[in-house]
């Protein structure tokens, strides 16, 4: 089954505290990609902590220019190069030209074939991408429907590709399970306040990766001004994109703890099923 491994390598906002870095999120999936969501300060650190080598990474998706979201970069890209390896970075248009001076390859979308990700505008106070992650998983096979194929075939059809068996063409569609979604998502939002243009480009996710800045002792009209959420803000936006996992990251300095957000996200019935989790805290989550 298709498996993400999520490690949590900063859960913090603008200010760190000494239990709670800087915005970093270690992703790998079952077909072997290792992305990095966003680059704190320190990140390189936390990699090799993890045991995960900064030049083995497939890429970095950094979510906009604040500083606690790139000032991991320098040391990162550098480390990787000793290390015989070079970082491709993913981030906002309006980046690139500042981010390739770093000596890197700059995009704003990702094509691995059965992984693509691409940029879906957010709503923060500066030009940001959230990542929106793709799996293409193929199609299950109504077992009936394919009764006495060739396994060539049923390989292909899995795939998403017609194929011709002794004179017919059988598309993947006509023999697949309806049941069954081909595809599986994944939406990293980095910063932003409650944002109806990204609910409308993204449609539907499985997992969502949400900032909650605040939880419930902030007017939410200064959150939003400021370009962030409260907790209230990421499970309406889960609902909306009918998430099955929701996982609340950014926490401000301003709580000691994380008690106070896990008491809300308690009083919210599945689905979503929401994680806040603390620094090097490790989700698998089966898609």
Same mark, same amino acid.
């Given at each position: 089954?298709?498996?993400?491994?999520?490690?949590?390598?900063?859960?913090?906002?603008?200010?760190?505290?000494?239990?709670?870095?800087?915005?970093?999120?270690?992703?790998?999936?079952?077909?072997?990609?290792?992305?990095?969501?966003?680059?704190?300060?320190?990140?390189?650190?936390? &990699?090799?902590?993890?045991?995960? @080598?900064?030049?083995?990474?497939?890429?970095?998706?950094?979510?906009?220019?604040?500083?606690?979201?790139?000032?991991?970069?320098?040391?990162? $890209?550098?480390? @990787?190069?000793?290390?015989?390896?070079?970082?491709?970075?993913?981030?906002?248009?309006?980046?690139?030209?500042?981010?390739?001076? &770093?000596?890197?390859?700059?995009?704003?979308?990702?094509?691995?074939?059965?992984?693509?990700?691409?940029?879906?505008?957010?709503?923060?106070?500066?030009?940001?991408?959230?990542?929106?992650?793709?799996?293409?998983?193929?199609?299950?096979?109504?077992?009936?429907?394919?009764?006495?194929?060739?396994?060539?075939?049923?390989?292909?059809?899995?795939?998403?590709?017609?194929?011709?068996?002794?004179?017919?063409?059988?598309?993947?569609?006509?023999? =697949?399970?309806?049941?069954?979604?081909?595809?599986?998502?994944?939406?990293?939002?980095?910063?932003?306040? %409650?944002? /109806?243009?990204?609910?409308?480009? $993204?449609?539907?996710?499985?997992?969502?990766?949400?900032? =909650?800045?605040?939880?419930?002792?902030?007017? %939410?009209?200064?959150?939003?001004?400021?370009?962030?959420?409260?907790?209230?803000? =990421?499970?309406?936006? @889960?609902?909306?994109?009918?998430?099955?996992?929701? $996982?609340?990251?950014?926490?401000?300095?301003?709580?000691?703890?994380? =008690?106070?957000?896990?008491?809300?996200?308690?009083?919210? /019935? /599945?689905? /979503?099923?929401?994680?806040?989790?603390?620094?090097?805290?490790?989700?698998?989550?089966?898609?």
């Amino acid at each position: 089954m298709p498996l993400l491994k999520l490690v949590f390598l900063g859960t913090g906002g603008a200010v760190p505290r000494a239990d709670r870095m800087l915005p970093a999120i270690y992703l790998e999936d079952w077909l072997g990609h290792r992305i990095l969501l966003d680059a704190g300060e320190g990140v390189q650190y936390r &990699l090799f902590q993890i045991g995960v @080598a900064p030049s083995s990474l497939t890429l970095v998706a950094v979510t906009h220019m604040h500083e606690d979201h790139v000032l991991g970069l320098p040391g990162l $890209v550098i480390t @990787a190069k000793f290390l015989g390896g070079k970082v491709k970075l993913l981030g906002p248009r309006s980046a690139h030209e500042v981010l390739s001076r &770093l000596g890197v390859e700059v995009a704003d979308s990702y094509d691995g074939g059965r992984l693509k990700i691409r940029c879906v505008e957010v709503c923060h106070t500066v030009d940001a991408c959230g990542w929106l992650l793709e799996w293409d998983v193929g199609y299950k096979l109504d077992l009936k429907k394919v009764e006495g194929l060739p396994k060539w075939a049923l390989t292909k059809l899995i795939r998403g590709e017609e194929v011709e068996v002794g004179g017919r063409v059988i598309r993947p569609e006509e023999v =697949a399970d309806p049941a069954h979604k081909r595809y599986r998502r994944l939406l990293y939002t980095g910063d932003t306040g %409650p944002c /109806p243009r990204m609910l409308k480009a $993204v449609g539907e996710v499985d997992v969502l990766i949400h900032e =909650a800045t605040f939880a419930d002792d902030v007017d %939410p009209k200064k959150a939003h001004e400021e370009g962030h959420s409260t907790v209230a803000d =990421a499970v309406e936006a @889960a609902k909306a994109l009918r998430a099955g996992v929701l $996982v609340l990251t950014h926490i401000s300095a301003r709580y000691t703890d994380k =008690a106070r957000h896990r008491q809300l996200a308690g009083r919210v /019935p /599945p689905p /979503p099923h929401i994680y806040v989790p603390d620094d090097f805290d490790t989700l698998l989550v089966q898609l």
